[in-house]
């Protein structure tokens, strides 16, 4: 592929558009071009439209390239829009790879996994809530039903909210679709019960903005009315008006710290399965 004699990485994604695997892509490519290695990225744009045809085309992106050729492969698993695609590439990765794997965000076997500890992070938003603005009733708008990070927020959630001893009713918990197609829709089940709550925790900044819109449009101030907060710090969360209450993800420190994971694994070290990104 590159025929120079250095070390290549891949890296596969999907929604090759969004912010996360941009700034996932820019900080690996930083650190290749620091320590001297190849980079390789695959991706695709995801899952639009109706078409089957459209969908094969964009699974068979992860048909392309020659295994052999790499030294180290990152995969960014939760930004798969496509079941399809994400399980092709975990079965090609069982059959064909022989190099160290690390994989973002998502638990992936016989990978070494780069992971944000979600209680942390979303149950530290939920006790400021709680603690600092004093809300007693939270909804929580988590994302796509059965994705990690969906419901890894969502068990941060229940576990803060019975620590504090605080209901949490049928509707108090939506979910979305990690993406603004959803806030009338969580929105109306929030308020089924008639009343509106405390404050709404979204899974990420996406929702957040949708939620924030979707109550506007009813009349209802954020936040000075209600507390709406998000996930990731992406750019567009801070020239929302209002702009989201958000938790930063170190994304770029993802890119970094995965390379120096497969580092570690080309030395021999023995590297632990899990790996928690603490910067």
Known sequence: MFHNNRKTIAIFSCNSHGEYQREICTGAAIQAEKLGYNLAIFTC???????TLYAQGEKDIF??????EFSGIIVAGDSFSIDEAIGNV??????????????????MAGANNLLVDNMISMGGMIRHLI?????????????????????????AFYQIMEEYHLPVSEHRVYYGDFWKNEGKAA???????????DAIV???DYMAISVTQALQARGIKVPAQVLVSGYDNVVESRFSKPSVTTIRQPMRAMGRKAFEILERCWAGEKV???NYLKE
Not at 45 to 51: A, D, E, I, P, T
Not at 91 to 107: A, F, M, N, W, Y
Not at 190 to 196: D, I, L, Q, T, V
């Open 45 to 51: 744009y995801g899952n639009y439209g109706q078409s």
């Open 272 to 274: 632990e399965q899990d």
């Open 90 to 107: 975990l079965e090609t990765l069982r059959e064909k790879v022989k190099c160290p794997i690390v994989s973002l965000q998502q638990r």
């Open 131 to 155: 603690e600092c603005h004093g809300v007693k009733d939270i909804a929580f708008m988590t994302g796509r039903k059965g994705h990690p990070d969906a419901e890894e927020r969502l068990v």
């Open 63 to 68: 048909s392309l390239p020659d295994y052999d």
């Open 202 to 204: 979204c899974a990420n």
């Open 187 to 197: 929105c109306d089940w929030f308020m089924e019960e008639g009343k509106c709550p």
